[in-house]
């Protein structure tokens, strides 16, 4: 197993640009969710999902859109980068839920000028 | 509004000694917790999970306590060796009971910790 993988591992962004933030788990996960992880700040949640076709916001969803349409896949959307959107990314999957152990992919380190 | 915090922020003690993470929480009401490990540019590798209902969990020279009536948990490194040098993280996983919060793990800001050779 791949576990959770994330594309891109950098991705240098202007102001304004959009783009897409891979994340893909091959371990039949139900449950995955978006984090962002910022010095001093500590991982926040962005979105997550309990589900094909079942999305949800986190405590920091403004400026980020998300869908799931397929058990594997979770991409992260942001339609109009800002500079206080550089940030590490990292995506977590976990069977069945909350309850359960999570699981985290390697990240993506954005930067936005 | 759960919070986690995580004391101390940074630790640097001489290989062999055993050392002791903390980490509190300001509310009972979660599944489980979990320790991570991140290493310098990378992704958190779990350490140990314990559910609400278990008081430890232990792999190799770890070992992880829950206290959920005082909201602590411990994270205890046995014998430390300089390849142990991370940042480690404590994440709570809150049961929200229809109050609106979101379903995901709450984070503390970790401890920074160097084990000198």
């Known amino acids: 197993n791949a576990g959770v993988t994330q594309t891109p591992k950098f991705q240098v962004l202007k102001t304004g640009q959009s783009m897409t933030l891979q994340c893909a788990q091959d371990m039949n996960h139900e449950y995955m969710s978006w984090y962002r992880q910022d010095p001093g700040m500590g991982l926040r949640l962005i979105h997550y999902?309990?589900?094909?076709?079942?999305?949800d916001q986190g405590e920091v969803p403004n400026g980020y859109n998300v869908s799931r349409s397929t058990t594997e896949d979770f991409p992260l959307r942001l339609l109009s980068a800002a500079p206080s959107q550089t940030s590490v990314y990292f995506c977590?999957?976990?069977?069945?839920?909350?309850?359960?152990?999570?699981?985290f992919g390697p990240g993506t380190r954005l930067t936005v000028t | 509004k759960q919070e986690v915090t995580q004391i101390p922020a940074a630790l640097s003690v001489p290989e062999g000694e055993n050392l002791v993470l903390n980490c509190s929480f300001t509310?009972?009401?979660?599944?489980?917790l979990q320790w991570f490990r991140q290493d310098p540019g990378k992704g958190l590798t779990s350490l140990l999970l314990?559910?609400?209902?278990?008081r430890e969990q232990t792999s190799g020279r770890l070992n992880a306590s829950l206290d959920k009536s005082s909201g602590r948990s411990t994270l205890y490194i046995a014998a430390s060796q300089p390849g142990d040098s991370a940042t480690y993280l404590c994440?709570?996983?809150?049961?929200?009971?229809?109050?609106?919060?979101?379903?995901?793990?709450?984070f503390g800001k970790g401890t920074h910790l160097i084990i000198q050779p």
């Open positions: 509310d009972s009401a979660i599944y489980n």
């Open positions: 314990i559910q609400s209902s278990q």
């Open positions: 994440a709570v996983n809150p049961i929200n009971l229809g109050g609106g919060g979101a379903d995901g793990l709450t």
């Open positions: 999902s309990v589900g094909a076709g079942i999305t």
């Open positions: 977590a999957s976990s069977y069945g839920g909350q309850s359960y152990e999570q699981y």
